[in-house]
């Protein structure tokens, strides 16, 4: 169900995560060869590398990876998930859901919610808001919650530097015996502020460069993490904070705009080492602490998504955190499994070489 806080602002109860899984491609490619190609120093380059997905892979594969990681974590079998839906810049087909292709695939039932979501880097947070509500409400027992991407940049421009693959999924339900953790109360802030966009028929998204930081990142997370500041939470409660990570250098910065140690931030942040990875971004983030966190403490995860918004969540940890986490291959056991490869191969592997 859900309950009003004294803000007015919905707290969700009765909402916790099962499980949890994340999936990163075994392909790297390094900045630095990027940055080869297009004479650009080292000092330049905003992360180490990045994860490729191979030809073979793209957003519905690898939502079906991190989820299949996910419901081992849950203990429940896939014929009891009663919502599936996948938020992602990059579904494999601009008419046909992704979210049938990854159901089957699991093997959920045909008797199933599901949707697939967009709202740039915020359609996975998007998911796991839509999810928690059919579970609070007892539409369903248990919904799959997952953002996967395979995202794009134009070459040379500086998302290509960053803009790399992954997914991460969460199986979201009522109270159980040892699950991982509690979403305790979710609040979204949003605008039409255009600093990143892509239209019909364009292979490539644009941005408003310098335009991406104050008045969209910056000014969304901030003002998403007030609403719960306006709730009664007081930052200095968590010990835990993820924020979507388009670089190494924005989660750092609207931390300390917020005054929150940046300890606290770089537990989570995954993007350094296989970049950014869209709608997976902030959930693989909360993989990567609940990978590490112990039974008591408490996260912040705010996401972002251009054009614009941010979704701010409360996650309590629990007991179940322990013995679950153990299940499936961690975060970090993810980003040692690579591969590394050159320029070429990169482009061949992210389809950017057309033949016809």
């Known amino acids: ?210 335009f991406t930081a104050a008045p969209a990142y910056f000014h969304h997370i901030v003002s998403s993490v007030k609403l719960l500041q306006e709730e009664g939470y007081s930052l200095s409660d968590f010990n835990y904070v993820v924020f979507h990570q388009p670089n190494t250098k924005f989660p750092l910065v609207v931390a300390k705009m917020l005054g929150i140690p940046p300890d606290k931030v770089e537990q989570g942040m995954v993007c350094n080492v296989v970049g950014n990875t869209y709608a997976a971004s902030s959930l693989l983030g909360l993989c990567r602490v609940l990978d590490r966190a112990r039974p008591g403490e408490k996260v912040l995860v705010a996401s972002y998504g251009s054009g614009a918004g941010s979704d701010a969540f409360v996650v309590n940890v629990l007991d179940g955190v322990l013995e679950r986490r153990v299940r499936a291959p961690l975060v970090d056991d993810l980003i040692s499994r690579k591969k590394y490869v050159d320029y070429a191969v990169y482009l061949r592997a992210r389809n950017k070489i057309r033949l016809q």
């Open 1 to 210: 169900m859900l309950i009003d806080g004294d803000g007015g602002l919905p707290r969700l109860k009765q909402v916790y995560i099962h499980g949890y899984g994340a999936y990163l491609p075994m392909l790297r490619i390094r900045a630095s060869e990027i940055g080869r190609v297009w004479g650009v120093g080292d000092s330049e380059l905003p992360v180490k590398e990045k994860a490729v997905n191979n030809f073979d892979e793209d957003a519905a594969t690898m939502a079906v990876e991190a989820a299949k990681y996910a419901l081992v974590r849950a203990g429940v079998s896939a014929s009891r998930i009663g919502a599936v839906y996948i938020g992602s810049e990059s579904h494999p087909y601009a008419v046909k859901p992704t979210g049938t292709i990854v159901a089957e695939a699991l093997g959920v039932s045909r008797r199933t919610l599901g949707a697939d979501l967009e709202f740039a880097c915020k359609a996975g947070s998007e998911a796991i808001q839509i999810v928690s509500g059919l579970v609070s409400s007892g539409m369903i027992e248990f919904g799959l919650a997952i953002g996967s991407d395979t995202a794009q940049g134009r070459p040379r421009d500086p998302l290509e530097y960053t803009a790399a693959a992954g997914a991460a999924a969460f199986v979201l339900g009522g109270k159980g015996d040892g699950v991982v953790g509690e979403i305790e109360a979710s609040v979204s802030y949003v605008s039409d502020t255009p600093d990143f966009w892509r239209r019909s028929h364009e292979r490539y998204p644009s941005h408003g460069h310098r």
